[in-house]
Each structure stands twice: as C-alpha cells, then as structure tokens.
C-alpha cells in the first residue's frame, strides 16, 4: 500500500465512521477508527475546506470550557453526478453524500449503440442533470458497463454491446470535475458495505444475478481488481464445459448458463416471456422449470464455492433482479446446492443484498467519489 492508498483507506475510515453515527468530534473519530489524532484532524480539515464534512458547536448541558466540535456530511454542499445506464436507457442522476437521488435524466439509446453513441448521450445528460449547480458537485463518477480499468478510465470490454477497448473519461473532462469510472457489481459491493447486508464484514465476496451475473471482491475493506481488472467478474467464470458460447468470446461461462437471458431461453418451449413468468412455472411445480433452475442454482453453487476456495471469505453477499423477484427463492435454492459442495471449509454463508436495486449502485457511486477524490487538491468551482 503506497502513501496515497494509507491516506483513502484513513479517509475510508474516517467517512464511514462519520456517516454511521451521523456526526462525531474529532476525538471521538480518533477513539472509534483507532487512528492517531493529527491524522483525524488533517484529513477533517482537508473534508471540510472541500465542503464534504460541515462542523458545528455543540455545548453539553452543565459542562464547562470550550464546546465541542462535531463533524457531519454536508449534503447541500457535496454533490457527486454519476452517470447510469439500463438495458435501453443512458441515465444520469445528482446524488447526495448519503446516495440519495435529487435528479435523474434519462435519454433513449438506439438498439445497439456504439461506444461513441453511449459516451456522448452520457456526457449529454451529465451536463444537463447538474446545469446551475456544478459549484456544489464534487465529482463525476461513470458506472462502467462491463470491465473497465478505474486507472486509466478506459473500458476493456462490453460483452452485452460487443464493445471493445474505448476510453470514458475524456469527453467528461469539459466539466472540470474529477472523474472516476468504476464496474458496477463493484460499486453495489460498496454500497452494501457501508449500509446494507455487509456492514459488519470487512471480507467477503459479491454475486449480483440479473440480466447479466456480475461480482466484487472486498478484502480488509476494499475492493480487489488485481492487475487485470477482471477479478471477481464471476460472471464469466467456466460452469458448464458442455454449455452454450458466451457474449465474452469464452464457453460455458456461468453467465451464459445461469442469468435471466440463459433461464428464459431454456424455458422458450414453455411460452415463458421473462424471469418473473419462469419462476411462477417452477413455483406451480413444473417439471422443465424445476429441473432449469435447479441446474441454474448448482452451477452458481458450485461458482460460489470455486470463489470462496480461490479467494478466502467465506461470507457471499448475493442479489439482483433473479433474487428479489423470487423472494430470496433463488438464494434458497443457491444455499441447498451449496450444502453439498461443503468440505473442509468452515460454513459458507450466503446474505441477501438489503438495497434496493435501484438504489445500490448509485450509492456505491457517490462513496466511490467521496473516497477517491484527490482532497489535498483546492476545489474547482
Ligand atoms: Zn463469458
């Protein structure tokens, strides 16, 4: 860990502690982050003069001498944009410390849009969803879809678009604003660290099971990419070698095998339009959507425990569209498949995402700014 990463992970903590208690003096930080004293009292100085953290006075009853100082998020005056998308849609929203959504503006893209055509109605919506009020914005930070490379803003690959290597960040560059890029599975991870079903967990693994299958590995409370960016795209993991080809190039991988798109096509001889109608099929005890799902669930069983062996925690925090719109029914299933992988390895155990989906990711993005954000630099307006 290099200076620069010892002075995010001290802010990490500092922030994190701050928005738990809702605000706390300086002191009080020192005490709960085990941090030394002057390195609370630089970084909170650092927050405050970029307007992240705001203080005020407060005189307990009866006591004597100078009152304390206590130390909050300042929602009013850091504001981050994140730019989103969906399926169809380019989104941007303006976000508040805590993740909550101000604004959002969405813009309909064509049925395969290039990279250009996405950069673009992104940059587009960004200009239009922070108008009159980038003096109170922090910083942007992009929801890469797909594998990108936060370092170099640059994306590596989008298997759903069929894009290749592009860069993000430059056309972002005209609003003078620090701006990050950042996975998205990654950035849910994130988000259920600081509110959700990992609050207490400082190690863990992340499976989001949707449209696509996406992951995040958080060790000692950050993310892991390793130096190919790719780690824990567990989405693209080898589950069946006899399975169909997958958007990424590979075969067989636990996406082609296992996410909405794979369950709903296996199921196309029973009229099943989408996830929802899927489940109610197997629900009323049919026999094509039984036997679908129970082979969706071991291989992303057996995904999960290959992950727990390869990389160490043994707590996996699992959500998306296929587990909230079976009512944790999906994560049921994981978790009896999984019984029967378990070996010498103390109990894997599975959590259900808290967040909402739609609110998750965007969060994820705020924090991801609030932590990333060059501090010692003076605040542009
Ligand atoms: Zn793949």
């Known amino acids: 860990m290099d200076l620069r990463d ?8 500092i922030l994190r502690c701050i928005l738990k208690s809702g605000g706390l003096s300086r002191s009080d930080i020192a005490r709960e982050t085990g941090l030394a004293h ?10 405050v003069q970029r307007g992240i953290l705001s203080t005020r006075e407060i005189r307990r009853s009866g006591a004597r001498g100078r009152p304390s100082i206590v130390l909050s998020l300042n929602p009013r005056e850091s504001l981050v944009v994140v730019a989103d998308y969906s399926d169809l849609a380019a989104m941007a929203h303006l976000a ?21 055509q996405y950069v673009a109605a992104e940059a587009r919506l960004v200009a239009s969803v922070a108008r009159g009020r980038w003096d109170k914005v922090q910083g942007v930070t992009i929801v890469g879809p797909g594998v990108v490379d936060p370092q170099s803003g640059r994306l590596l690959q989008n298997s759903h678009f069929g894009w290749g290597p592009g ?23 994130m988000a259920e660290n600081w509110y959700g079903a990992a609050q207490d967990l400082e190690n863990f693994l992340f499976f989001h099971l949707g449209q696509g299958i996406g992951g995040a590995i958080v060790l000692d409370g950050l993310l892991v990419a390793g130096p190919s ?41 029973e009229e099943c339009p989408d996830f929802a109608a899927a489940w109610n099929l197997y629900e009323a005890g049919n026999r094509s959507a039984r036997a679908v799902f129970r ?25 998306g569209e296929m587990v909230e719109a079976s009512n944790g029914g999906i994560l049921a299933l994981v978790d009896e498949s999984l019984r029967e992988h378990r070996s010498f390895f103390e109990k894997i155990s599975l959590r259900r995402c808290r967040l909402p989906e739609n609110r998750s990711q965007v969060a994820g993005a705020v924090l991801h700014a ?11 307006p």
């Open 229 to 269: 960016h790719g780690a824990g795209e567990f989405g693209h993991v080898m589950a069946d070698p006899k399975g169909p080809s997958c958007s990424c190039g590979g075969k067989g991988c636990l996406e082609a095998v296992a996410s909405i798109p794979a369950i709903v096509r296996q199921l196309a001889a």
């Open 6 to 13: 010892l002075g995010r992970s001290n802010r990490r903590q």
């Open 295 to 319: 082979k969706a669930c071991l291989l992303i069983a057996r995904s999960i425990f290959n992950a727990v062996v390869s990389v160490g925690p043994t707590t996996v925090v699992v959500g």
């Open 38 to 47: 002057s390195t609370v009292t630089e970084i909170t100085y650092q927050l």
């Open 167 to 189: 860069s993000f960040v430059k056309p972002f560059s005209r609003f003078g604003k620090q701006t990050f890029l950042q996975n998205g599975s990654r950035l849910r991870a």
């Open 370 to 380: 609030l932590q990333e954000l060059d501090i010692e630099r003076p605040r542009t």
């Open 96 to 116: 508040d410390p805590a993740g909550e959504i101000l604004e959002t503006r969405s813009l309909a893209l064509p049925r395969s849009p290039t990279l250009k």
